[in-house]
Each structure stands twice: as structure tokens, then as C-alpha cells.
């Protein structure tokens, strides 16, 4: 048991990685550590083909089971989508908003993400409301200005009490998926950036129930310093989600 102000969540987005036997062969391994997982929160974000299957096998168990991302309407002509209740309905209980890829692959606009963060939060899933910078947003010492910006256009519509159900995850755009990982100075500033905006928007005990996670190139070997830095609360894991050897040392960052 640790000692953390909030309870560490280890959270994993497979992206479009694994197919269906993997995935669920996956979430078996996980499910069989993890115990009753009292102390701390463990969630695998799914391709939503996925989703129906995986959120099956981790029925009864503490494991989180969510999407990638999420559009903010409830039906219509919104073709390629799916609503909020969608992803409830094939049994996921959270789901990511604002992951870089949607942002910058598929030009994902700031004015959507308070309506999602809405949308999502409305019908009870959990988000994980992903920020970061690019390289060149880092270089130009444009960092705190972007983060603000993005937890401005995401937290337009939450309410106060709200706050004990959202995540935000800090994803520097240059660490995702490329080897290069912040240092712990860096993960450090970004995440008291994030809480003193959310404390300045949401008021310090509301703001206080967010857990704030890295993400960016989180490795076994890496995750423990991480995870020693007070202001990180959790990691949100791309490529070292899909594997159980990988995976697991992370989920037990503590433990070696
Ligand atoms: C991610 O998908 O959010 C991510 C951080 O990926 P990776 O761990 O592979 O950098």
C-alpha cells in the first residue's frame, strides 16, 4: 500500500495494436495479478471492435475496460462514430479524450473536447482527458501556454463535482511512441502546471481528487522513477501495454 495522496492508475491504450485472441488472451494474464486490486487502478483502452469481448473477460474483476476516443452526440448522421451510450452499452466504463494521435493525425478540434468531456461524463464514463506539446511547441517555451489552452477548451463544461471522476493525462507529443521520454523534471513542471490550473478553475479540494498521469515512452524500466516523482499519480502506457512481460513490471512499479 502506498502512502500517494491518490490511488495510482496504471492505464493502457493498445491503440490499433493486438488482434481479438491477443487482446483477450491479454486481459487474462492482467486479470489474474491484479487480485482485488485494491491499491491501485488498472484500465486497458480498446479498439471498440474489441470492446463487447474484453469487457467480458474482465467482468468481475477490477480492471477498467474503455475506448479511445468518443464522439459527443447521441445519434445521428455522424458517420464512423459512436456515442457515448455505444461504448457503455459493450461495457466500458471510461474512455480517452484528446490523445495526441486523434488531435494531430485526425485534426481533432479544441472546440470538441469540452462537448465530449460533457457527452462522456453525462452518461457515467470515466475520461481521461490526454494534453501535451510538440517539439517545437517545447522549444519555442510554448509548453504551459499549450497545456493551458487545452485544459481551457476540455474543462469548459465540468462542473466541481465532476472532478472526482476525471483523469488528466500529460502526453508530451514528442515522447509518444518514440523511445524519448521526459525526464522527471520535465514530467515534474508539466503536471504542477496542470494542477495549479485545475485548482485555479475547480478550487484545491476538487482539483485535489484528479489524478494527473504521465504518458510518453513509459517502459518497465522506467516507470518506478516515474512513478517516484510526487506529482505523478499514474502512467498511461502505449507500446508497453501490449504485452504482459511489459505491462505487468509497470502495473508493479513498486513491487521490484
Ligand atoms: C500513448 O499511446 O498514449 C502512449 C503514451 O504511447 P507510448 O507509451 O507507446 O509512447
Redesign the pocket.
Known sequence: MTNRARKPYI?G?W?MNLDRAHSLDLVKTVKGRLGDGGDREVGF?VPSIYLADVSAVAQGSPLGVGGQNVWYEDSGACTGELAPRMLREVGADRV?IG???RRHLFRELDEWMAKKMRAALDVDLLPIY?VGETLDERKGNKTDRVLKKQLESGFERVKVEDAHRITV?Y?PVW?????E?ATTDQADQAHRTIRKWLAGKLGDEAANLIRILY?????PDNAKELMAVESVDGL??????LKAETFLPIIEYDKN
Open positions: 492505464a491504450n491503440k483502452f480517452l490523445h495526441s494521435e490526454c493525462a502526453e515522447a509518444i511512441g518514440t523511445g521520454t504518458g510518453g515512452s513509459v517502459k498511461l502506457v502505449g507500446g508497453a501495454s
